[in-house]
């Protein structure tokens, strides 16, 4: 192809870039010279701040959102024999803490566009094993989560939100985390973020208190009460737990970040409407479709599905094309029956998901955060629409 000149970045584009002033930076480093790094006063503000927002009744920050989910299915008393319905098109930390507690996923499917799970399809996995449904908040879009309350109640389960993906996701006008329980991840490429870590909501006063003394070896107090109080004898294991506590040097960035997040969405939601735009005529490159019922999308990734049959090109080409020209992609996710030990130890799942093998076989993920500008944005789409008719060239010209 002599004279083609591909769109070239003189920069690389990452699918996600946190979101970090030099106030951040400051603020870090102040904790570092206050003598007090680890779990203190810093933790406690994010936890009083999340609680703030959402409304719940508590708040409680981990080192990961995986740990969370870890400490809650332990303080659940969730193990072997028993079942949890969730989605299999998730990160894989939730279904491997489920079998890491010896209880076994029962995936369901989800919507073919929004990658959610339905109530329905809820409904219909529960059977009198289930003691947990964890429906996943995907991508920043909410499910209808009165639905799966209204089955879950009559069905007599209780729901571990897995909103990981969904910190300022509005659902018919409340905030995400305002319900029974939640847990959000605080991973560098979400909305906002501490470096590592998580915070679970719960309006359930002995859960918390469980979840609390679980995140530091079983006591009852922690490592702040210690420093407030001194060793005192109440300070015993209650029963072994963990060591998930997040330190004061990574609270205080999401402490700082917290009060941007309205910002942060709706820049998000303007770059993800100049790709909306843009696609609409692209064919085979299909974005998500937002959920029916009333919310605000945290829009946390942007997928689109590479569809061969509409465009000529799988998903790695795709993925290919674009890094050619200095863009990250992602892949949120590969289907977790779809990896390696779920494949070899939990076999009845293959086929038995259209929907999310569909999905998991052509999902990507393309840039999106908030200090993009437009003509990233724009440049984006350039490149998209550049690398799907370059592959129309070459198959037209039998090439291929
Ligand atoms: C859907 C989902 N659930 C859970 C997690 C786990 O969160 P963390 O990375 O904080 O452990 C993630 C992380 O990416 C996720 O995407």
Not at 26 to 45: C, F, Y
Not at 251 to 257: E, F, K, T, Y
Request: a negative charge; hydrophobic letters at 40%; one cysteine or more.
């Amino acid at each position: 192809m002599s004279g083609y000149s591909p769109v070239m970045r003189a920069t690389f584009l990452p699918f996600c870039r946190p979101s970090i002033t030099e106030e951040d930076i400051a603020a870090v480093a102040d904790v570092l010279r206050s003598g007090w790094i680890t779990t203190g006063p810093k933790v406690a503000e994010l936890e009083d701040m999340v609680a703030a927002r959402t409304g719940a009744k508590h708040a409680i920050a981990a080192t990961s959102g995986t740990a969370l989910m870890h400490l809650a299915l332990e303080a659940m008393g969730i193990g072997p024999g028993d079942e949890v319905v969730g989605a299999s098109m998730t990160w894989v930390s939730t279904p491997n803490m489920v079998e890491l507690r010896g209880a076994r996923n029962v995936f369901v499917d989800v919507d073919r566009d929004t990658l959610l799970a339905s109530a329905e399809a809820i409904d219909a996995a529960i059977t009198p094993r289930t003691k947990l449904v964890i429906p996943v908040h995907y991508a920043g879009a909410p499910v209808d989560i009165d639905a799966i309350r209204a089955v879950c109640a009559r069905r007599g389960v209780p729901i571990l939100e897995d909103a990981a993906h969904a910190i300022g996701t509005q659902y018919k006008g409340r905030e995400v985390g305002s319900g029974e329980t939640a847990i959000f991840s605080l991973h560098p490429i979400k909305n906002i973020t501490s470096g590592e870590g998580g915070i679970l909501t719960t309006n359930d006063d002995a859960l918390a208190n469980k979840v609390r003394s679980l995140r530091f070896h079983g006591l009852a107090v922690d490592a702040h009460d210690r420093k407030q109080q001194g060793r005192s004898p109440q300070a015993e294991v209650q029963e072994p737990g963990y060591k998930h506590n997040m330190a004061d040097m990574n609270a205080v960035l999401a402490v700082r970040q917290l009060p941007r997040l309205d910002a942060i969405i709706e820049r998000r939601d303007e770059i993800a409407a100049i790709y909306r735009a843009g696609l609409a005529d692209v064919d085979g490159i299909l974005p998500l479709a937002d959920p029916t019922w009333s919310h605000r999308h945290a829009r946390h990734l942007f997928v689109v599905r590479v569809d061969e049959r509409a465009c000529g090109m799988d998903r790695n080409a795709f993925m290919e094309g674009l890094k050619a020209r200095n863009i990250g992609t992602g892949i949120h996710f590969l289907a977790s029956h779809t990896h390696r030990w779920y494949r070899e130890n939990r076999p009845e799942w293959m086929g038995q998901l259209p929907a999310t093998e569909w999905n998991s076989a052509r999902i990507c993920t393309i840039p999106c955060f908030p200090d993009m500008t437009d003509a990233d944005a724009h440049g984006v789409l350039e490149a998209i629409k550049e690398v799907v008719a370059s592959t129309r060239t070459t198959v037209a010209g039998g090439i291929r």
